[in-house]
């Protein structure tokens, strides 16, 4: 079993919609937690950060954190084609010095207009 | 505009021939990785550097060698490709400030 699982996907919304991503982990020493979003053809893009537990809003975007169900999310809303691409969770233990993140396989978005 | 630039973007290679993926930053970050992306895998750590002269391998180190002689330039050594390193290949790197990876725009490689 993977130390983080997230559904590929896709997942395909209509634009203007609420979008739910989701990630499940195992390893309770994980404190940072990380969303990433790929465009085609191009790197990984740092969304958002959380720290432990909670919530983060940042415009359209909330991350959210649950340790005690180990299951961190990302909600977008009113959803844009522009949102097209994949998101990836990251992880890092409080206990690694190597600075070293644990992926998830990311999720394909789709909006469609 | 700082951040991580790779190169070459795009590269074809004959099986047994050997290359370098260049990767250099201009963040001062200490921490530098080379990752692989192939579809429905997610992202693979090959090999990582927490500061220049240290370097260790990751999840999928095999046929790949790295060395980091400056904080800035962290260069990917193919030794002999294979068609199974057929591969979207991103460097990234992030310091105690930072949270994130940033990550490079990416290496396609493709070994015929």
């Known amino acids: 079993q993977k130390e983080v699982e997230q559904d590929p996907g896709p997942l395909s919304v209509p634009e203007g919609a609420i979008v739910s991503l989701n990630c499940t982990y195992s390893?309770?020493?994980?404190?940072?937690f990380m969303w990433y979003r790929q465009y085609s053809r191009k790197g990984p893009e740092l969304l958002m950060y959380t720290y432990s537990s909670g919530n983060k809003e940042d415009g359209r975007f909330t991350a959210q954190v649950d340790k005690s169900s180990k299951y961190i999310s990302l909600f977008i809303r009113d959803s844009q084609p522009s949102d097209s691409a994949t998101y990836l969770c990251a992880m890092r233990s409080r206990m690694d010095s190597n600075y070293q993140l644990i992926w998830g396989a990311g999720t394909k978005l789709i909006i469609k207009p | 505009n700082a951040g991580v630039t790779q190169t070459p973007k795009f590269q074809v290679l004959k099986t047994g021939q050997s290359m370098t993926l260049q990767c250099a930053q201009d963040m001062n970050h200490e921490y530098m990785s080379w990752y692989r992306q192939d579809p429905g895998m997610g992202l693979r750590l090959i090999h990582y550097?927490?500061?220049?002269?240290?370097?260790d391998q990751g999840e999928v180190p095999n046929g790949y060698n790295v060395s980091r002689s400056t904080t800035e330039d962290f260069p990917l050594r193919l030794l002999s490709a294979a068609p199974s390193q057929t591969s979207v290949y991103f460097c990234?790197?992030?310091?105690?400030?930072?949270?994130?990876?940033?990550f490079g725009s990416g290496t396609r490689l493709t070994v015929v």
């Open positions: 990234a790197s992030t310091d105690r400030a930072n949270y994130g990876y940033t």
């Open positions: 550097s927490v500061g220049a002269g240290i370097t």
């Open positions: 390893n309770s020493a994980f404190q940072y």
